[in-house]
């Protein structure tokens, strides 16, 4: 498959791998991603979380498996909302996951949901092991796209589902001129107010940009292995939600 221009698309320089910079930035931006999430998407991101989890509700999954999970934030309202046997959350980042499994043991769901390290391009799972594969902001950091996906698919049971959210751009003009503003020069301030990695905040838009949005990426889950594929969009097209099942 075709490289991708997200992938390319790296935190800091180009000495290392995306994978190596995004573990390191991410662990840098651990404790304050939880605020700097909320701010930045003006409270949206929780509204858009509950929209990915509803869509699997028909499906009543037992065995869901949350990809980049990060603080855990899908994966606990998943136990919320759908009431499965167990979910498992995997991120690259164990700074991300320490900040989520202290809300987990907080929460008194450690029985119920486990975080642990892992490689969404190469998960260690046998094949049709969860009903359902969820991810959210997470899929545009991938080392490889096509691994990634290719390898959600393999885990999914045939007739699974899996519900990727992600940050996009507006395709209207003009809701895409506000979008740019506030992504290039407002999210940077709150950045260096809030964050200790202000270069992850450089690198944010710079990613969505680069990652291949509705059609071309119906097309990708598609090539990867998925089926009936179904993309919707919100809050005036800067997040984007696909629904795919294998």
């Known amino acids: 498959m075709a490289d991708y221009k997200c992938e390319n698309v790296k935190p800091y320089d180009e000495s290392k791998g995306k994978k ?16 700097m999430n909320k701010l930045m ?26 990809v980049a999970t990060g603080t855990g934030d899908l994966a606990i309202m998943a136990n919320e909302r759908l009431c499965p046997d167990s979910v498992v959350g995997v991120d690259i980042s164990e700074g991300m996951l320490n900040v989520g ?6 929460m008194g769901l450690d029985d119920v949901i486990e975080l ?61 001129l506000g979008y740019k503003f506030y992504t290039k020069v407002v999210i940077p301030v709150f950045a260096k107010l809030m964050s200790k990695d ?15 949005q509705g059609e071309e990426m119906k097309a990708l889950l598609k090539d990867c292995g998925f089926s009936d594929v179904k993309v919707r969009t919100f809050t005036f097209g800067t997040c984007s939600f696909y629904y795919a099942k294998k």
Do not use: H
């Open 116 to 176: 642990r390290v892992g490689d969404s391009t190469a998960l260690e799972f046998a094949d049709g092991s969860f009903d359902a594969v969820t991810v959210a902001f997470g899929v545009r950091n991938f080392e490889s796209l096509a691994k990634g996906l290719s390898e959600m698919c393999r885990v999914l049971r045939p007739g699974g589902v899996a519900a990727i959210l992600e940050l996009s751009e507006p395709s209207n003009w003009f809701f895409k």
């Open 41 to 66: 998407s003006l409270g949206n991101d929780k509204a858009w979380r509950r929209e990915a989890i509803d869509s699997l509700k028909g499906v009543a999954p037992k065995r869901i498996l949350d």
């Open 198 to 212: 202000t270069q992850a905040y450089v690198y944010l838009p710079q990613s969505i940009e680069a990652f291949p």
């Open 101 to 106: 499994r202290k809300k987990i043991a907080d």
């Open 20 to 35: 190596e910079q995004v573990e390191q930035m991410f662990d840098a931006i651990a404790d304050n991603y939880d605020p």
